[in-house]
């Protein structure tokens, strides 16, 4: 199975910060790779798929990088209603893994 | 407007069974996979199964393989999880999801399920 690892798995910024969340898959994925945003209390939503494509109404500080086995979630700017917890997901291979989360909080 | 509904979640004993059910509609059912993933209390998103559009290719997790059916039926635009010899650590809320090209793209609210003598 493919093991996804993401870091930090929490952190604190201040409202117009740039924001970067890792993760890394234990082999190559081809850039089958998904971040999802889940706000508290609620379900989560697709933001990023296959590394860098982002979802539609999906704002443009969120951006996603990456290819084979590294990748990144980056928010440019962070805003207030960005406090949520991120995940990404191995699309490349069943089990569809994810990351263990990255829990950003507005300092 | 696309929209997954689930249904079923109850408190079961250890070693008892459960269905859980979705209910899809605003979309061509058939055409997608559908997905289980499920949240425990307080933790994170882990992946549980799948099945194609024809219902022929279930696909499992490890730690659910031999003890969950993931079943549809495209008549009636619904997908089903059958959860057999369940146990503590199955404690939690499960979601359905539409998958889209690479991604799970519509999530459900999601369905409780609790096991505990």
């Known amino acids: 199975d493919i093991q996804m690892t993401q870091s930090p798995s929490s952190l604190s910024a201040s409202v117009g910060d740039r924001v970067t969340i890792t993760c890394r898959a234990s082999q190559g994925i081809n850039n089958y790779l998904a971040w999802y945003q889940q706000k508290p209390g609620k379900v989560p939503k697709l933001l990023i798929y296959v590394a860098s494509t982002l979802q539609s109404g999906v704002p443009s500080r969120f951006s996603g990088s990456g290819s084979g086995t590294d990748f990144t979630l980056t928010i440019s700017s962070l805003q207030p209603e960005d406090v949520a917890s991120y995940y990404c997901?191995?699309?490349?291979?069943?089990?569809?893994?994810f990351g263990g989360g990255t829990k950003v909080e507005i300092k | 407007e696309v929209q997954l509904v689930e249904s079923g979640g109850v408190l079961v004993q250890p070693g008892g069974s459960l269905r859980v059910s979705c209910a899809a509609s605003g979309f061509t059912f058939s055409r997608h996979y559908m997905h289980w993933v499920r949240q425990a209390p307080g933790k994170g998103l882990v992946w549980v199964s799948r099945?194609?559009?024809?219902?022929?290719?279930?696909e499992y997790a490890d730690f659910v393989k031999g003890r969950f059916t993931i079943s549809r039926d495209n008549a009636k635009n619904t997908v089903h999880l059958q959860m057999d010899s369940l146990r503590a650590e199955d404690t939690a809320v499960y979601h359905c999801?539409?998958?889209?090209?690479?991604?799970?793209?519509?999530w459900g609210e999601g369905t409780t399920v609790t096991v505990s003598s």
């Open positions: 999801v539409r998958e889209k090209y690479y991604n799970l793209d519509v």
């Open positions: 997901q191995n699309y490349d291979s069943v089990p569809l893994t």
């Open positions: 099945i194609n559009g024809d219902g022929s290719h279930p």
